[in-house]
């Protein structure tokens, strides 16, 4: 594994990698007939999953009990859902109209529509806003009590995917570029970004401690990027390489399609066409584990409410056009600690080892340029001991500019070296005046030499 620092430098990711397999998941029955476009867990409970599938359903499933409770149709593929609340999902694909459902009573309601279809449908519970974006280059707002549609706000690019970050929206649009909105103001665009991965974005998902995002792209990266915008936070960012396989020594490039973070210990899992997926702890730049392979690609990952359970879509995407693929299907992992939660010594060692190599720079640096600046001086005092050896005044002068320039920089070495420094500057300006002294009454003995008396 490799990773890039927030100045696109490559550099060796470690990996501390458990194949996981076992009795703790298992299929859910009555899966879509069709490709799986999203896969959600209810905000509230661990119970109930939502999923979005092509075959124009939303459905709704008791993981704990295994059932699908119920589903609606769209007239098209849908491509998004979302919960609202315990009883209510909005949903919204290729028809373009955006559908609310009562998840009690069986009876939905259409919202509104797009002029495009509709890719992507979260909810924010800071500002109670639906928001969806679409291939018509918009995001709109919709307001779920009325319900009714609360504004439309134009996009550069069509919208691939969106994330909600608090009272914050994270937009990523065709062109890798990301947009940063505030929800309680949406009257102009906060941060306008550009993907810092060099190929389309895929998958937009914000930490749950609401400082920032992680990024995918359909070459085989992610990226993990910050809201703050201040230079000493942006030095945090930095991107890497995942979900790569080598089949016959060749190496293989998968897009990353989905990314759910946990939320409780902020790790988060990607998964890939590859069909595996990965655990991540961010902080120390680090895989925790990776699970079994599954059938075909990941379309789509959930972690439930409490973190405890994790639903993976596996789906086969159309990479390869329209061939014979095994079958789509979700299956839900009970997940424990031990996958995802960030070893607190390793963090605390890793923090001990970034501080010592900073150290070590600051270091190498002072007596690198201790050495460049001091050794023209040093060198020119040695010579001055043998006086068959002739030196040019200047280059003396030099020599003492360069280390004393150094000092002056340098607290350090300023601190000892103030008498000096102060001696030998003082000397400089008065050699420097005394000169220009005689230079001007030089010229006025000359002046004087070559004027023309008086007539008497």
Not at 394 to 402: D, P
Not at 420 to 428: E, L, S
Request: glycine share 6%; charged share 20%.
């Amino acid at each position: 594994m490799e990773h890039i620092s927030s100045h696109q430098n490559h550099h060796e990711m470690r990996a501390d990698v458990k194949n996981m397999t076992g009795s703790n998941e298992y299929k859910l029955n009555q899966g879509p007939e069709d490709s799986i476009s999203a896969v959600k867990f209810s905000p509230s409970t661990a119970q109930f999953l939502l999923v979005s599938s092509w075959d124009c359903t939303v459905r709704l499933y008791d993981v704990g009990g295994n059932t699908m409770r119920m589903k609606y149709q769209h007239t098209a593929p849908v491509l998004d859902c979302a919960f609202y609340d315990p009883t209510h999902s909005w949903s919204g694909g290729l028809d373009s109209q955006l559908k609310t459902h009562d998840l009690n009573t069986d009876q939905d309601t259409i919202v509104g529509a797009h002029d495009a279809p509709i890719r992507c449908v979260e909810y924010c519970p800071e500002v109670n806003v639906m928001v969806t974006g679409s291939w018509d280059r918009s995001v709109r707002l919709w307001d779920p009590r009325t319900p009714c549609n609360a504004g439309t706000f134009t996009q550069p690019e069509k919208v691939y995917t969106l994330s909600v970050a608090g009272d914050r929206l994270i937009v990523g649009t065709a062109g890798r570029r990301v947009l940063v909105w505030d929800l309680r103001n949406m009257g102009y665009v906060q941060q306008r970004r550009e993907s810092s991965l060099k190929y389309q974005t895929r998958c937009i998902r914000a930490f749950p401690n609401k400082q920032g995002y992680v990024l995918s792209s359909i070459e085989g990266r992610v990226a993990v990027e910050y809201l703050d915008p201040s230079q000493e936070v942006q030095k945090k960012k930095y991107a890497f390489k995942c979900h790569r396989l080598k089949e016959e020594g060749i190496e293989q490039v998968y897009p990353v399609n989905a990314i759910s973070f946990h939320s409780v210990h902020n790790t988060f899992a990607t998964g890939g066409s590859d069909g595996f997926v990965n655990i991540w702890d961010p902080f120390n730049k680090k895989r925790l584990c990776q699970f079994h392979r599954y059938p075909t690609s990941i379309a789509s990952l959930a972690f439930n409410n409490d973190g405890t359970m994790l639903a993976i879509a596996s789906s086969y995407m159309q990479e390869k056009g329209d061939i014979s693929h095994p079958e789509d299907a979700i299956f839900i992992r009970q997940v424990t600690d031990a996958e995802t939660k960030p070893n607190v010594r390793q963090r605390c060692l890793e923090e001990q080892r970034r501080r010592r190599q900073r150290a070590s720079r600051k270091i190498s640096t002072f007596i690198g340029t201790f050495m460049l600046c001091f050794a023209p001086y040093v060198i020119t005092r040695i010579v001055e001991l043998f006086p068959a050896v002739p030196i040019n005044p200047h280059w003396g002068i030099v020599s003492k500019c360069l280390a004393y320039s150094k000092a002056a920089c340098d607290p350090f070495v300023y601190s000892l070296l103030r008498h000096q420094y102060k001696k030998t500057c003082a000397d400089i300006v008065n050699r420097l005046l005394k000169r220009s002294s005689l230079n001007t009454s030089g010229r006025g003995h000359e002046n004087q030499g070559n004027s023309i008396p008086a007539a008497e």
